[in-house]
């Protein structure tokens, strides 16, 4: 994982890049704890636990556009505009 200070939605290979900081500092939301249980088990799946951002690929994205869209309670239209609304996105420089 790239430092944060390497970062400024989606950089050039597709891949979503979100800051892990601003995340957990949103308020709570049904939103942000279905990121976060994908995100979580992403970390699991990769053996990574130490970064501050974290990449998604494009599948993760459009997965979780589907979980957001079938989800009970989901206020958020879309799962992007959710995201973008909340400032979490970073992008490579």
Known sequence: M????????????????YDLRALQALPQSIEKTILLMYIQRIIRERGDWKGAVISLRTSDVENLR????????????????????????????
Request: net charge positive.
């Open 66 to 93: 589907h979980i957001f869209a079938a989800s009970h309670g989901v206020e958020a239209a879309s799962y992007l505009k959710w995201v973008e609304k909340q400032g979490i996105t970073l992008k490579k420089n």
């Open 2 to 17: 790239a430092p944060v200070n390497e970062l400024t939605s989606t950089d050039s290979s597709g891949r979503h890049i």
